[in-house]
């Protein structure tokens, strides 16, 4: 017998409001001391209303997100104010009324999708998991559901793609996902927290135009968390800029965009300042020559890819997802042996398999994550992050590694005295990213491939990691190799740009020949698909290319 969703109660003044935060605050314990991190929130929410949330990280975003279901993570507690859903005090509901609603009346979208999944299970089984425990579809409406969620999300063989695990699929498609899961009970309220963080700009689109879809259909109302200011734009009615746990400002989005008041906005709103002027390498330092790739049964994943990467240079690989970029690094690491084709270091061919490679090999050639979160170990103090490499690779042990973990530390403008002995969990997104820069400069390499680094963290902070990056390549000749779907990015760092799509390399040439029309037609697209300070733009975008779609089906 199937259970209808609870029938929602009468909201206390105005029913439109579903959600009304008063006073709220939250504190953090550290050295078993509790601090505040959220200090005196107020706001209100809208049914069918979408409430952007911004500002640096260790602003208070995210928190503030899970404490509109009543949940704060292990190391923080909800200490006052109140959380009104729909008339219930979430708060101090008691756990089995916060669970019979979450899931059903409040979803959760996380940034880290790669993190949340259980690698396990299909995509599938956990699609279902949350309707039919709470009994709102049976199996079969619920997998009818997915495939129906899958497709408009854009995900590739939606009939089938629900049938994989986690690992299966890339970053980007875990991500949508993730998205169709939340919205497989049609939720009244969804907190996305960075739900396209990990998304090329071409299926960013489709993706945000989904969930704006969704949310005008069923009348959901949502928190949508975010450090990229363009697509909040594209996405919120209103707008809350947070600093510190405390907000800032807040007003409707265009009055926002056009008319902010406060110092603090106006830097956010002028953080994309940074740009370097290219420059042609002249030694070859690291070369991807003819390689085609398999993962296995020999599909071919990377089709007779060539690329170049010069001395004391970075050269940006961009496309979008699925498209090879991290692939290509797999087999430049040796972690994917090419099937045919060579990767070569300075002339000399490297061996294709990592276990092949000897420990030189492996010290020049160094990479850094995505996600910090789950490239560091959660139960080693930095200075065992950090020093484990110092160790291997340069021999030092006792106070000459100390000394040198310390160097690294001031190295990435971390104070060494403060951070040395902290674990992953007591740093900022942005402090833990800086661990992992530390990491691959402990083995002092000459190529670093830097994979999504910047993608996860909001702009004040990704600006300064850039002009980290750009800083140490200055002083230690470095050469990189920047993947990336964030074309603000490669503006900021890149000498080269090599564009691929679906395993192969369609275009690559010096910044400002490839940033110049006239470009190849998936170039374009591209570039086109870069979201803008408009709140227009989305909407503008789309009919656009609906237009264009219709014209090319007459012709």
Same mark, same amino acid.
């Given at each position: 017998?199937?259970?209808?969703?609870?029938?929602?109660?009468?909201?206390?003044?105005? =029913?439109?409001?579903?959600?009304?935060?008063?006073?709220?605050?939250?504190?953090?314990?550290?050295?078993?001391?509790?601090?505040?991190?959220?200090?005196?929130?107020?706001? $209100?929410?809208?049914?069918?209303?979408?409430?952007?949330?911004?500002?640096?990280?260790?602003?208070?975003?995210?928190?503030?997100?899970?404490?509109?279901?009543?949940?704060?993570r292990?190391g923080?507690?909800? *200490?006052?104010?109140?959380?009104l859903?729909?008339?219930?005090?979430m708060?101090?509901?008691?756990?089995?009324?916060?669970?019979?609603?979450?899931?059903?009346?409040?979803?959760?979208?996380?940034?880290?999708?790669?993190a949340?999944?259980?690698?396990?299970?299909?995509?599938?089984?956990? #699609?279902?998991?949350?309707?039919?425990?709470?009994?709102?579809?049976?199996?079969?409406?619920?997998?009818s =559901?997915?495939? =129906?969620?899958?497709?408009?999300?854009?995900?590739?063989?939606?009939?089938?793609?629900?049938?994989?695990?986690?690992?299966q699929?890339?970053?980007?498609?875990?991500?949508r996902?993730?998205?169709?899961?939340?919205?497989?009970?049609?939720?009244?309220?969804?907190?996305?927290?960075?739900?396209?963080?990990?998304? $090329?700009?071409?299926?960013?689109?489709?993706?945000?135009?989904?969930?704006?879809?969704?949310?005008?259909?069923?009348?959901?109302?949502?928190?949508?968390?975010?450090?990229?200011?363009?697509?909040?734009?594209?996405?919120?009615?209103?707008?809350?800029?947070?600093?510190?746990?405390?907000?800032?400002?807040?007003?409707?989005?265009?009055?926002?965009?056009?008319?902010?008041?406060?110092? #603090?906005?106006?830097?956010?709103?002028a953080v994309r300042?940074?740009?370097?002027?290219?420059?042609?390498g002249?030694?070859?330092?690291l070369?991807?020559?003819?390689?085609?790739?398999?993962?296995?049964?020999?599909?071919?994943?990377?089709?007779?890819?060539? /690329?170049?990467?010069?001395?004391?240079?970075?050269?940006?690989?961009?496309?979008? *997802?699925?498209?090879?970029?991290s692939?290509?690094?797999?087999?430049?690491?040796?972690?994917?042996?090419?099937?045919?084709?060579?990767?070569?270091?300075?002339?000399?061919?490297?061996?294709?398999?990592?276990? *092949?490679?000897g420990?030189?090999?492996?010290?020049?050639?160094?990479?850094? #994550?995505?996600?910090?979160?789950?490239?560091?170990?959660?139960?080693?103090?930095?200075?065992?992050i950090?020093?484990?490499?110092?160790?291997?690779?340069?021999?030092?042990?006792?106070?000459?590694?100390?000394?040198?973990?310390?160097?690294?530390?001031?190295?990435?403008?971390?104070?060494?005295?403060?951070?040395?002995?902290?674990?992953?969990?007591?740093?900022?997104?942005?402090?833990?990213?800086r /661990?992992?820069?530390?990491?691959?400069?402990?083995?002092?390499?000459?190529?670093?491939?830097?994979?999504?680094?910047?993608?996860?963290?909001?702009?004040?902070?990704?600006?300064?990691?850039?002009?980290?990056?750009?800083?140490?390549?200055?002083?230690?000749?470095?050469?990189?190799?920047?993947?990336?779907?964030?074309?603000?990015?490669?503006?900021?760092?890149? $000498?080269?740009?090599?564009?691929?799509?679906?395993?192969?390399v369609?275009?690559?040439?010096?910044?400002?020949?490839?940033?110049?029309?006239p470009?190849?037609?998936?170039? =374009?697209?591209?570039?086109?698909?870069v979201?803008?300070?408009?709140?227009?733009?989305?909407?503008?975008?789309?009919?656009?290319?609906? @237009?264009? @779609?219709?014209?090319?089906?007459?012709?």
């Amino acid at each position: 017998m199937m259970i209808t969703k609870p029938k929602k109660a009468d909201a206390a003044n105005d =029913d439109s409001i579903l959600l009304k935060v008063r006073g709220l605050r939250i504190d953090g314990m550290s050295e078993e001391v509790w601090n505040p991190i959220v200090k005196g929130v107020d706001f $209100d929410l809208k049914r069918g209303e979408i409430l952007g949330l911004i500002g640096e990280s260790g602003a208070g975003k995210s928190t503030i997100g899970l404490a509109a279901m009543g949940y704060a993570r292990p190391g923080c507690r909800l *200490s006052g104010g109140e959380i009104l859903f729909d008339g219930i005090e979430m708060r101090t509901a008691s756990e089995k009324q916060k669970r019979a609603m979450r899931g059903v009346r409040i979803a959760y979208v996380a940034q880290s999708a790669a993190a949340s999944f259980n690698p396990a299970h299909r995509l599938i089984e956990q #699609y279902q998991e949350a309707p039919v425990q709470h009994g709102v579809l049976s199996v079969e409406e619920a997998q009818s =559901d997915a495939v =129906d969620l899958f497709g408009r999300l854009q995900l590739p063989d939606a009939d089938t793609i629900g049938f994989r695990y986690p690992h299966q699929v890339s970053g980007g498609q875990l991500q949508r996902a993730m998205t169709a899961m939340a919205m497989a009970c049609k939720p009244d309220l969804i907190v996305f927290d960075e739900p396209t963080t990990a998304l $090329d700009v071409t299926t960013q689109i489709e993706v945000l135009a989904a969930i704006k879809d969704v949310v005008r259909q069923f009348n959901t109302a949502a928190i949508y968390i975010t450090h990229d200011l363009a697509v909040v734009a594209q996405m919120a009615d209103r707008i809350i800029v947070l600093r510190y746990g405390e907000v800032v400002e807040e007003a409707d989005t265009r009055t926002m965009l056009s008319k902010p008041t406060e110092a #603090y906005t106006k830097s956010l709103w002028a953080v994309r300042s940074l740009h370097k002027e290219e420059e042609p390498g002249e030694d070859t330092l690291l070369e991807i020559r003819n390689v085609d790739a398999s993962y296995g049964g020999g599909v071919k994943v990377l089709h007779d890819v060539s /690329i170049k990467v010069p001395t004391k240079r970075t050269v940006a690989v961009v496309g979008e *997802s699925g498209s090879g970029k991290s692939t290509t690094a797999r087999v430049i690491t040796g972690l994917l042996p090419p099937m045919t084709g060579e990767v070569l270091f300075k002339g000399e061919v490297l061996p294709p398999a990592l276990k *092949s490679r000897g420990k030189d090999d492996l010290r020049k050639l160094q990479m850094i #994550y995505q996600m910090p979160d789950t490239a560091i170990n959660p139960r080693q103090r930095v200075r065992d992050i950090i020093g484990r490499p110092v160790q291997f690779y340069l021999g030092l042990t006792g106070k000459k590694r100390e000394e040198r973990v310390r160097e690294l530390l001031s190295m990435i403008d971390m104070e060494p005295d403060t951070f040395i002995d902290r674990y992953p969990g007591e740093l900022s997104g942005g402090q833990k990213q800086r /661990i992992c820069i530390a990491r691959a400069l402990a083995a002092e390499p000459q190529l670093i491939i830097c994979d999504e680094v910047t993608s996860a963290l909001d702009q004040l902070v990704a600006e300064e990691v850039l002009r980290l990056l750009l800083r140490l390549q200055d002083e230690f000749n470095l050469s990189y190799l920047f993947i990336t779907h964030d074309l603000a990015t490669v503006k900021a760092i890149a $000498d080269e740009i090599v564009v691929m799509l679906q395993g192969s390399v369609v275009e690559q040439g010096m910044k400002t020949e490839m940033l110049t029309p006239p470009h190849h037609e998936y170039t =374009d697209l591209l570039l086109s698909s870069v979201p803008e300070m408009d709140p227009d733009w989305l909407e503008d975008l789309l009919v656009k290319r609906a @237009a264009a @779609a219709n014209a090319k089906a007459r012709a």
